[in-house]
């Protein structure tokens, strides 16, 4: 808080009233009006101008406290068809990554409706509890509506999540518990929205994935589900901590597109030449980064697939084919020359005759298949990373057996494994926070 520092005046005595004369009262009349004109020029200076957008404002009321996520809805008169909310948010305690007495300008709400007396948005999350101010956003002019207090947003802990595609063309997402086994019910997204290829960015409160060629995702903090738009993209992979990459293709290459999660700046997109007849082998699951190379799997059609990488450099190149039913690329850690220091490596889950293997695979060198870490039961659908602390590096498995499906973990770190309990029905699994 500012305080200003009081001014004391001392005490002038009174003049005679004899000194006193018609010109001095002029002159200090004079003085007065000019102090005063001063001052009011002064204040008015000092404000910045509000364009008046709308009249007749109500806000919810101020000992509402709004979930992430939730509608808000604030009346007035004169909204118009184009009109967007932005936020200002202000928070006085911080989490991880969040300095205490912080604020983020310039976040812009997600309107679910609108009529000339109303509109309605979402609370924002991503944030710690905040006290954020409402602005209305009309052709580059901007006007507060007011504030509202929101709950904390910040992801807690990483998780496991079911992604089910229904014949309907509906899609769920389940929270799965990583000890029993248990399933929660996150969001049915409803007809015609769906998340393949999905992968997670660690904090970033998102799965991500596409969907009849555009970005999908949905927000975990704010139960939301966002189309990003159609870009023709045909799979996507997380490619460092704070990225997910897309990867298209036209005229004869392949074309890698990274979206931030936050606002690091990438460089100019990537691109790989390649046979159309070879892009129409890739596997729909999401490709891996390891190292200065990301993974992709062709399905050959004849039971055999073949490892495809794709080097940050520029060049490609295919690996050794092997038999197999599916294979689905992962990554892990080795340890280097240094202790207690590891470097990121690739591998595929190789799945043959009712049983999938865990193998290195050597993208940098000669395509080759290296050490197979861990063997588990059944076909391989999908397979995600889970790293919840320094200690543990969890590969989550989804594989089909005899029509029952059910998840695998192998610990890379701790070189032990275990089987969740009971059935699942999803066909993709991911980690998110």
């Known amino acids: 808080m500012c305080r200003m520092r009081s001014l004391h005046t001392p005490e002038i005595p009174p003049p005679d009233a004899e ?27 000092d404000k910045k101008v509000r364009p008046v957008l709308v009249t007749d404002i109500v806000m919810p009321p101020e000992t509402w406290v709004f979930t992430p996520g939730d509608g808000v809805t604030v009346s007035a008169e004169g909204f118009e068809e184009n009109d967007e909310i932005m936020f200002e ?18 976040v812009r709400g997600i309107v679910t409706s609108r009529t000339a007396a109303s ?8 944030y710690p509890a905040s006290t954020t101010t409402v602005l209305l956003l009309r052709s580059g002019r901007l006007m507060p509506l007011g504030n509202i207090r929101v709950a904390d947003g910040i992801p807690k802990t990483a998780a496991l999540y079911g992604i089910t595609e229904y014949d309907t063309d509906e899609t769920t997402i389940d929270r799965i518990d990583l000890e029993t086994g248990a399933e929660t019910r996150v969001k ?19 799965i991500y994935g596409v969907y009849s ?30 990225a997910v990459a897309l990867l298209s293709y036209d005229a ?17 997109p990537l691109s790989w030449d390649m046979p159309e007849e070879v892009v129409q082998q890739l596997a729909v699951q999401p490709f891996v980064r390891a190292g200065s190379d990301l993974l992709l799997t062709l ?24 038999g197999a039913d599916a294979m689905v690329p992962f990554w892990t850690v080795a340890a280097s020359d240094e202790p207690d220091k590891f470097y990121q490596v690739g591998g595929y889950a190789v799945s043959k005759d009712g ?16 050490e197979t870490l861990a063997e588990v039961p059944g076909t391989v659908l999908s397979v995600t990373e889970y790293a919840p602390d320094s200690g543990t590096l969890e590969i989550c498995l989804l594989c089909e057996a005899n029509g029952v499906r059910r998840i695998h973990i192998y610990d890379a770190l701790k070189k032990t494994q275990r089987t969740l309990p009971g059935e699942f029905g999803c066909s993709q699994i991911v980690a998110a926070k």
Not at 355 to 370: E, H, I, K, W
């Open 188 to 206: 049915a997204l409803g007809i015609g929205r769906g998340v393949t290829c999905a992968v997670g960015i660690p904090g970033s409160g998102w």
């Open 299 to 322: 399905c050959n059609g004849d039971r055999t697939c073949t490892p495809l990488s794709l080097s940050v450099s520029g060049g490609s190149g295919l690996g050794k084919t092997v």
């Open 355 to 370: 049983v999938t293997q865990l193998r290195l695979f050597n993208a940098s060198g000669d395509g080759t298949f290296g």
């Open 213 to 242: 060629g555009s970005m999908t995702g949905f927000d975990l903090t704010m139960n939301y589900y966002n189309d990003f738009g159609y870009q023709d993209y045909l799979f996507i992979g997380q490619v460092s901590d704070s």
């Open 119 to 126: 509109i309605t948005f979402l609370a924002p999350g991503h």
């Open 19 to 45: 000194v006193i004369n018609c010109n001095s009262i002029i002159c200090m009349r004079k003085l007065l009006l000019l102090f005063l004109f001063g001052a009011i020029f002064g204040a008015c200076s």
């Open 252 to 268: 004869g290459r392949l074309r890698l597109t990274t979206q931030s999660v936050t606002r690091t700046s990438y460089p100019a």
């Open 89 to 106: 948010i202000c928070w006085e305690e911080g989490a991880e990554g969040f300095a205490p007495n912080g604020y983020a300008r310039g």
